[in-house]
Structures are given as structure tokens and as C-alpha cells.
């Protein structure tokens, strides 16, 4: 067994006092969480350029850049973006590293050498089943921590198209940092699974320089992890997928006719964070972006404008869901409907509880943004993503209130249709009690006629059969069904005929002969 590095005991010991680290810990513990390669993008502002320097670092890179003496110097690790001798000695202003995908190693050497805090780290692993024992880092943190706090995690909805039905079970992403999947039919044949991603900002301050962290995670593949129980063995399986639209709406001003493609001669996949940050950071620096002394918002300001794309996303499914539950209910025959309401129950249900942890984690950004930190200055940036945020949480709320309103009325068409179906099975007991009815007497007089041949089918006699058996059979039938309104007015004409002589007759509310002396 591998002795434990020291921020991995460093973690154990602040577990014991603060259980929402457990996720974090159990991370670091298992040794079989390496599921891919972790990738790194390093982003150097230099003195006297407008646009940062991008240079892609395997582990050993990321080990020389910080372990790395006199850092506030480029050294000779930019020889593949072409720079010159005198280019390698500017002085660097600050670096981000963007880390796509994190490892066990990967957490253990920033944490040691950056000193960050365990509850970064473990926000941004995020459990996808919990039990009842476990807690999420942000369930445990109050506002007035958040002001203190020095990085944030922002956690969003990634839609992806299934082009087969997926299978009934849990469902999470193959990678590193395993991401939960919520299957949900969105029309006939078509499923979209709503995948968790997180990007984690952190702003670290040295004499020299300062430094930000942004982790992010891998783009979406066919490849997922299944478990037909919750707690179960999972295996890996293949489901072909493709995100929604195309990934997020670009955020970005059009660019003028014929000028398409000046845009840093580089494109724009939308497929993962990590690319379309080094492609957003090297095409347009932010307005509120200061390169010598950046604020935290200034660092999220990319992730979180790509995430409230995102968001946007998941309000037009919660739109399309509306839209699908009010038609399901507008039905001809909503006896056939039952499998199909309780379906609708069950996922209406799943997105009440879905949309309360959507709002949850809106309202945790826009906290975010609203946080004053002491020396920073509010900036237009902010001021515009808290809008935009606050109409996020405003469209999630009313069509979560849409979406929860509907639960009711499928309530009732269900109880409908179970009280519909016992009336057919009423009608049903009492055709099978008139057919005993009719049947009984007849077979009864033919056990006692069969003792006698003459009396029997063929025989002389045979026709007392009949002259016996309906009579008794009506006689039966009468007696066991009697028409409730025939009895009613067979007793008021006796009573009419009884008081005629001892007063008038008159008719009363019940349409019923009625004697009044």
C-alpha cells in the first residue's frame, strides 16, 4: 500500500471535523479513479501585451511551472509558440491553468503547493448518488462564508441527445470525476440525458504574480457507466450521443460581413470548457479583466457566461416538458392512458425535485457575484451576469411552478381512470351474476328431470322441462333484480288504494302518490 502524500493526510485530518470532505477523501483513497489523461492549458500575461500566451503542459510541465524558483520570469518552456530569447525573459503579470478532467495526483500537487483550501477541491468532485450520510460542500456553507472564500463552483446541465433509449438504471459519465446522467423523454423515441459538469475558479496571490485556477470537465463521449442498482457493480457501456444544438449559444458580438473568420485563427468548438477558454481568453480579454491585480469574477467571467448558455439550455427542456405533460393529458380515451399518466406522475415528480436543486445552484452564483470582496470594486461584468442570472433563476422558477401545478391535475386523471375501471369492473360481476342467475335454475331443474328418462331430451315428456324451468328461472331473476322504481310505485298504489276512501290523494316532490287525510 502507497504511503499517502501529505495533502492527502492533510485532508483526512480536516475531515474529521467537517464530514461534507468525505467525497474528497474516498477520491483520493481509491486508486482505480484514473479513467483518462488529464489535460492542462497554461494562459501567461506578459507586460505590455493585451493577449496571453498559450501553452499546452503534460504533469512534469505543471510540476516545473511550480516548483519553479523565480516565477515571475518566462522561462524556456514557450519554445513551441515561437518566442524569441528576449520574449522569454518579459515579466509575467499572473498565469492561469486551465485543468480539464482532474486526477488524484493532479489534486494532490496543487494542493500542497498552492495551499488550497479541501472544500474547493470537493465542491468540484461532487458525488453523483449520495446516502443519507453524505453532504455536498455547498449544503454546508453559508453566505457570510462565501464572502471569505477565494474560488467558486459552479455547477450546470450539459443536454445531450440519446439516439437510442438508454437503459432503465443509473447512469454517469466514464471519466476521472464521474458526472451523474438524468434520463428524460422529451417526445416519442427521443431522450435527452441532462449531464452534470462543474468549473471550479481559484484565485491564488503571490509577491511576484498571482495565479488562477479553472477546472473543467472532459467533453462529452459515448462513453458511460451503467449500474442496474443504486450502490450496484457499474460497467462500462457505449451510448451514442451528441449534445443538444450543437453545445451552447455563443455569447460573443457577430463578427462583420466577409470577417467570419478573423477570430484568432482559431475556431470555436463548443464541445468542452478547456478549448473554448484558451480560445475566448486569447480572442477578447474581458473589459473588468486588470492583467497586474485580476478579481475573482473577472477570472469566472468566461465559465460563467458559458454557463448561463448552458442554463438557458436546460430552461427551453423544462419549456419542451410544459408543453409534454399539458398535451399528455388531452387524451380520447384516457382509460388506455393509465401506464402512460403514471409515467408522466413519476417524472413530473423527478423534475419538481430537479428544478429546486437547479434553483439552488442559481441562486449560489448569483450570491457569488454579489459577494463584496474587500478592495474590489464593482464592475460592469458583474453587474450585467447578475442580471442575466437573475432571468435564469426567474424562467427555472416559473416553469418549475408550471411543471409542479401539473402534478395535481395527473393525480386526478389517475384517480379518474381507477375509478373508472372498478365501475367496469362492477358491470362486469354483475353480467357474470345475472348469467348464474339464468343458469343456475336451468341446470338445477335438469338435475332433477335426468332421474327420469321420459322426462329427459328425446323423451315424451321433455316439454315440462321448459314449462317448469322458465317460469322458476323469471321467478329467480325477479326476486334477485327487482326494479327498485316498479316496487316503489307497487306500494303506492296499495297505500292510494288503502287511504282513497279516507281522504285526497295528491303527488309528492318524488313523483309518488301521497294521501292526505
Not at 4 to 16: F, G, L, N, P, T
Not at 40 to 50: A, H, N, S
Not at 109 to 130: K, Y
Not at 182 to 211: E, F, N, Q
Request: proline content about 6%.
Amino acid at each position: 500500500m502507497a504511503s499517502k502524500s501529505a495533502y492527502h493526510q492533510h485532508v483526512d485530518r480536516i475531515s474529521e471535523r467537517k464530514p461534507s470532505l468525505a467525497a474528497l477523501c474516498q477520491f483520493l483513497s481509491n486508486a482505480n479513479t484514473v479513467k483518462g489523461p488529464c489535460r492542462i492549458v497554461r494562459l501567461d500575461f506578459l507586460e505590455g501585451k493585451e493577449k496571453p500566451v498559450a501553452a499546452e503542459l503534460d504533469y512534469g510541465g505543471l510540476c516545473s511551472t511550480l516548483l519553479k524558483d523565480d516565477i515571475g520570469k518566462l522561462a524556456d518552456c514557450d519554445n513551441d509558440q515561437g518566442s524569441t530569447s528576449s520574449e522569454k525573459w518579459e515579466q509575467i503579470q499572473g498565469r492561469i491553468l486551465l485543468v480539464e478532467d482532474l486526477d488524484k495526483r493532479t489534486i494532490e500537487l496543487l494542493g500542497q503547493h498552492l495551499d488550497i483550501d479541501p472544500m474547493f477541491f470537493a465542491s468540484h468532485l461532487h458525488l453523483p448518488w449520495r446516502d443519507i450520510q453524505d453532504r455536498e460542500p455547498e449544503e454546508c456553507t453559508l453566505p457570510s462564508q462565501v464572502k471569505r472564500q477565494s474560488f467558486t463552483n459552479i455547477h450546470y446541465h450539459r443536454p445531450v441527445l440519446f439516439d437510442s433509449m438508454p437503459p432503465t438504471g443509473e447512469l454517469s459519465r466514464h471519466m476521472n470525476v464521474d458526472r451523474k446522467v438524468v434520463v428524460t423523454p422529451i417526445s416519442k423515441d427521443r431522450y435527452v440525458g441532462l449531464v452534470r459538469h462543474c468549473a471550479s475558479v481559484l484565485l491564488r496571490r503571490r509577491k511576484t504574480h498571482w495565479l488562477g485556477l479553472v477546472l473543467v470537465d472532459r467533453p462529452t463521449n459515448d462513453e458511460y457507466l451503467y449500474s442496474a442498482e443504486r450502490g450496484g457493480p457499474s460497467k462500462s457501456i457505449s451510448l451514442p450521443s451528441r449534445l443538444l444544438l450543437g453545445g451552447y449559444e455563443d455569447f460573443l458580438d457577430s463578427p462583420p460581413v466577409g470577417q467570419e473568420g478573423a477570430q484568432g485563427g482559431r475556431s470555436l468548438n463548443r464541445l468542452g470548457l478547456l478549448n473554448d477558454l484558451r480560445f475566448y481568453w486569447c480572442f477578447q480579454v474581458p473589459e473588468s479583466f486588470n492583467p497586474a491585480n485580476p478579481s475573482l469574477h473577472a477570472l469566472a467571467y468566461y465559465p460563467l457566461r458559458i454557463v448561463a448558455a448552458e442554463w438557458m439550455k436546460y430552461a427551453g427542456i423544462m419549456y419542451r416538458a410544459v408543453k409534454q405533460f399539458e398535451y399528455s393529458t388531452s387524451v380520447k380515451d384516457i382509460r388506455d392512458e393509465l401506464e402512460k399518466l403514471n409515467s408522466d406522475m413519476r417524472a413530473l415528480q423527478r423534475w419538481r425535485r430537479g428544478s429546486m436543486s437547479s434553483e439552488h445552484k442559481i441562486e449560489a452564483i448569483i450570491r457569488m457575484l454579489k459577494a463584496e470582496r474587500p478592495g474590489v470594486p464593482p464592475s460592469s461584468d458583474s453587474a450585467s451576469l447578475i442580471e442575466d442570472f437573475e432571468y435564469i433563476l426567474a424562467t427555472v422558477q416559473k416553469l418549475g411552478r408550471h411543471l409542479e401545478s401539473m402534478l395535481p391535475v395527473v393525480t386526478s386523471l389517475v384517480q379518474i381512470i381507477d375509478s373508472r375501471r372498478s365501475f367496469d369492473e362492477t358491470a362486469n360481476v354483475s353480467r357474470l351474476t345475472i348469467m348464474a342467475l339464468i343458469f343456475v335454475p336451468l341446470a338445477y331443474i335438469s338435475s332433477l328431470f335426468s332421474m327420469s328418462e321420459q322426462l329427459g331430451p328425446g323423451g315424451p315428456y321433455f316439454w315440462v322441462y321448459f314449462v317448469v324451468a322458465i317460469p322458476l328461472t323469471v321467478a329467480v331473476v325477479l326476486v334477485a333484480k327487482l326494479p327498485l322504481g316498479m316496487l316503489e310505485r307497487a306500494t303506492c298504489c296499495v297505500r292510494w288504494r288503502r287511504g282513497s276512501a279516507q281522504g285526497t290523494n295528491v303527488i309528492d316532490h318524488k313523483g309518488l302518490m301521497k294521501t292526505e287525510v
